[in-house]
C-alpha cells in the first residue's frame, strides 16, 4: 500500500500568515492526492482533490499543488477558523491510505 | 440536500456483535459507492472499504478484510458496518462516506458513529 507521510506533525502560526503543508507518498499516487480538514469534534472537510482541485465552496486561500510523490497544501493567510488537523489522502491505489495529519495551532 | 445519518453510540463488551447504520438522502443512493472510515480516539483516519449498492460490489482494506462487513439495502437507502465479534482496539468512531465529486475522494461524510468496546 501507499504510505503517505506528512510533515510536520504540527505549526503553530498566527492568523494572517502563509502556510504550506507537506505530503511525500512512498511510491507515485499521479495526481491522485486529496487533503482534508478536519475540526476537533467534526467530521473531516475535503478540500482539494487530484492534487490542485479545489473542493466546491473552499475557499480560495487553499491551493494545492504536486504530482507523483511530493504534494503541499498551501493556505495563502491564516484565518482563525483555519486551525485545525490536515489529512492527505490518496486515491491511485488501493487501498486508498491517509496521511498521519498536520495539526495548525494558533501561536 | 445531501445527508448521511448514522445510527447512535454503542458502548459493547469484547466478543459481542453489532452493527451500525447509514441512512442516505438527496442523492441518487444506488448509483455512487459508500464507504467507511475509522478514526480510533486522538488518532488519524483509516479507509476501511466501500460498497456499490447496486449490485453489492464490495471493496476492503486488506488491513480490516474479515474483520467486519459491509453491506447496503438499496430499498432504504441504507448502508450498514457489522462486526461479528468485536474487540476492545475497535473502539473509535466511524464515519460513512460518499464520493459525489470525484471518485474516491470524501466530500460527504456522516455524523459518526462512537463505538465504545470494553469489559
Known amino acids: 500500500e501507499i504510505v503517505l507521510t506528512q510533515s510536520p506533525a504540527t505549526l503553530s502560526l498566527s492568523p494572517g500568515e502563509r502556510v504550506t503543508l507537506s505530503c511525500r507518498a512512498s511510491?507515485?499516487?499521479?495526481?491522485?492526492l486529496g487533503w482534508y480538514q478536519q475540526k476537533p469534534g467534526q467530521a473531516p472537510r475535503l478540500l482539494i482533490y487530484d492534487a490542485l482541485k479545489r473542493a466546491p465552496g473552499v475557499p480560495a486561500r487553499f491551493s494545492g499543488s504536486g504530482s507523483g510523490t511530493d504534494f503541499s497544501l498551501t493556505i495563502s493567510s491564516l484565518e482563525p477558523e483555519d486551525f485545525a488537523v490536515y489529512y492527505c489522502?490518496?486515491?491511485?491505489?488501493?487501498?486508498?491510505?491517509f496521511g498521519q495529519g498536520t495539526r495548525l495551532e494558533i501561536k | 440536500e445531501v445527508q448521511l445519518v448514522q445510527s447512535g453510540a454503542e458502548v459493547k463488551k469484547p466478543g459481542e456483535s453489532l452493527k451500525i447504520s447509514c441512512k442516505a438522502s438527496g442523492y441518487s443512493f444506488s448509483t455512487y459507492w459508500i464507504g467507511w472510515v475509522r478514526q480510533m480516539p486522538g488518532k488519524g483516519l483509516e479507509w476501511l472499504g466501500i460498497?456499490?449498492?447496486?449490485?453489492?460490489?464490495?471493496r476492503y482494506n486488506p488491513s480490516f478484510q474479515g474483520q467486519v462487513t459491509i453491506s447496503a439495502d438499496k430499498s432504504i437507502r441504507t448502508a450498514y458496518l457489522h462486526w461479528s465479534s468485536l474487540e476492545a482496539s475497535d473502539t473509535a468512531m466511524y464515519y460513512c462516506?460518499?464520493?459525489?465529486?470525484?471518485?474516491?475522494?470524501?466530500?460527504?461524510w456522516g455524523q459518526g458513529t462512537l463505538v465504545s468496546v470494553s469489559s
Open positions: 489522502q490518496q486515491r491511485n491505489h488501493w487501498p486508498l491510505t
Open positions: 511510491q507515485s499516487a499521479s495526481i491522485f
Open positions: 460498497i456499490y449498492p447496486g449490485d453489492s460490489d464490495t
Open positions: 462516506v460518499i464520493s459525489l465529486t470525484a471518485v474516491n475522494y470524501f466530500d460527504y
